[in-house]
């Protein structure tokens, strides 16, 4: 039979997805699974590997079976993506052994972070693993574990990432790729990436840390235990997959020097490619997922995930509304925000509900609305949201431009891209263009291109950029640059003005 379909599943903080495509990009099926975010305390969030991430898969994997009416031996390779990090210890049988540690989200590890910034000390750390430890560092939160969860530290054979985890249940094999353990501080040696004898000691011997290989090698094929649960063909080829921000990048044709991809989604994260290794932007470091590429790139906390809170908390009526009469409640509160003049009638957000990751690297930062008076409405609030969010994105740009660098082929994606008044909002306050994808499939579907590249379906990966035809495109409205360039200086001054407030709450 021939195997001319490929198979892509991304894992995200509130649902995963998946795709099944051919090999000219076209698609056969998609599916959707959701889950939720875990609080156990404030600064946490964690998934459930088993009942959230295998249980999607599962599920997903007989959907799109079902529904594409393609026969499991016709799966020419299988990709996976999933959230960044999420630490999982496992045991040598791949079975979890506490609830997955998610990324920069969860900031429980900030003592840790701190404390082997300070061992190691900055300039030696920056020298051999090309970044400090941060709350999104895979080691500030393996180290975590090892102080307050020792026996489940002991126990522990690997700690796994989440695309780690999904493809070691599918293979056997443990392995992490090059792109996504670039966030592996202090461990990871970028120079050479491979694990540092030299710094590995600070937080744990590197025979627990998956093996390192790059995002489309074949690092196995699916198991006969595996195939019985899942119901994919046993043999069916298995890339080491990624991290769920590059294989979206992927999805939309970010695929050259100078591309760049926004993604919009319960938080926001950018992707921009060039062609040397850049270390002086401020921002984060590393390789692609593709031949010879590098990546400069920079996420905040808390942006989708803020509108969410919006909607659940002070619009609820619309939410009962949407069961009623099926308009959709984001759809109808965002209306409210259209007629809003540039800068809200004074109101400023600091989006920072869960701290804040890039630029400022402060897991104690608090939100605020600011200059509130009684004549703002909800649609004040709405506005005002999608301008804090686009100030901080504006900081986030403003590194790369300063560094010299040129941002072309800006792709938009994500849930937030349904909300031309954001993305229009977004392009106002950073004089960027913005060109949002017809088709955004997503994550899945650059997973299922990248496991068409491993198994050498898809002969380059230059071909995607055929595929993709824009839905809409943004300019920036020069009328609104005034008082948005004076706004993007208030949103600084209003977190350097009340940091130490913040601190101490």
């Not at 698609?27 to 590997?49: C, F, N, Q, R, W």
């Not at 056997?172 to 353990?181: E, L, P, Q, T």
């Not at 899942?230 to 979206?248: F, M, Q, R, Y």
């Not at 209306?335 to 897991?363: H, T």
Request: proline fraction near 4%; include cysteine.
């Amino acid at each position: 039979m021939s195997k001319k379909y490929l198979l892509g599943f991304d894992c995200g903080t509130y649902e995963s997805k998946g795709v099944i495509c051919d090999y000219n990009g076209g698609i056969k099926a998609t599916a959707v699974s959701k889950h939720i975010l875990k609080v156990p305390k404030p600064g946490y969030a964690e998934h459930d590997p088993i009942n959230d991430w295998w249980y999607d898969f599962k599920r997903i994997v007989r959907e799109l079976l079902e529904k594409s009416n393609i026969s499991a031996d016709e799966i020419a390779g299988i990709g996976i993506s999933t959230i960044m990090a999420a630490i999982t210890p496992v045991d040598e049988n791949c079975n979890p052994l506490r609830n997955a540690i998610l990324y920069g989200i969860d900031t429980r590890c900030v003592k840790q972070a701190e404390e082997l910034n300070e061992q190691i000390g900055i300039d030696r750390m920056t020298k051999i693993s090309g970044a400090t430890c941060t709350v999104e560092a895979y080691g500030a939160k393996i180290k975590w574990i090892k102080d307050n969860e020792p026996e489940i530290f002991r126990k522990t054979k690997k700690f796994t990432i989440a695309s780690g985890f999904l493809t070691a249940k599918l293979t056997g094999r443990f392995c992490v790729d090059k792109y996504s353990a670039m966030s592996s501080q202090p461990m990871i040696d970028y120079r050479t990436m491979t694990w540092s004898d030299e710094l590995c000691e600070y937080v744990c011997p590197k025979e627990m840390l998956p093996e390192i290989v790059n995002t489309t090698d074949v690092i196995g094929t699916v198991t006969k235990e595996a195939s019985e649960e899942i119901g994919l063909a046993e043999g069916t080829p298995v890339i080491a997959g990624t991290t769920d921000a590059a294989a979206e990048a992927v999805s939309v044709g970010v695929v050259e020097p100078g591309d760049t991809m926004l993604m919009y989604g319960s938080t926001w994260f950018m992707e921009h490619l060039t062609d040397t290794f850049c270390t002086d932007t401020g921002l984060w470091s590393g390789v692609y997922v593709l031949g010879d590429l590098y990546t400069i790139t920079s996420g905040m906390a808390t942006t989708g995930s803020l509108t969410r809170w919006i909607r659940d908390n002070f619009a609820k009526e619309l939410i009962e509304q949407e069961k009623i009469n099926g308009k959709n409640a984001y759809t109808e509160l965002f209306k409210e925000a259209e007629n809003i003049p540039a800068g809200s009638d004074g109101i400023i957000v600091l989006p920072y509900f869960s701290g804040e990751r890039m630029p400022i690297q402060d897991p104690d930062a608090k939100g605020m609305f600011f200059g509130l008076d009684i004549s703002h409405t909800r649609g004040h609030i709405i506005k005002a949201v999608f301008e804090g969010i686009g100030y901080g994105i504006c900081q986030n740009l403003d590194m790369i431009r300063e560094s010299g660098l040129q941002l072309n082929n800006v792709m938009a994606v994500g849930g937030g891209t349904k909300s031309r008044l954001w993305i229009q909002t977004v392009s106002d306050i950073c004089g960027v263009t913005q060109i949002v994808p017809k088709v955004t499939i997503g994550a899945s579907y650059g997973d299922a291109i990248l496991a068409g590249l491993g198994v050498g379906l898809i002969k380059s990966s230059k071909n995607i950029k055929d595929w993709i035809q824009a839905d809409y495109t943004t300019e920036p409205d020069p009328n609104n640059r005034d008082i948005y360039d004076k706004y993007k200086k208030y949103y600084e001054e209003l977190y350097l003005l009340t940091k130490h407030i913040m601190h101490d709450l």
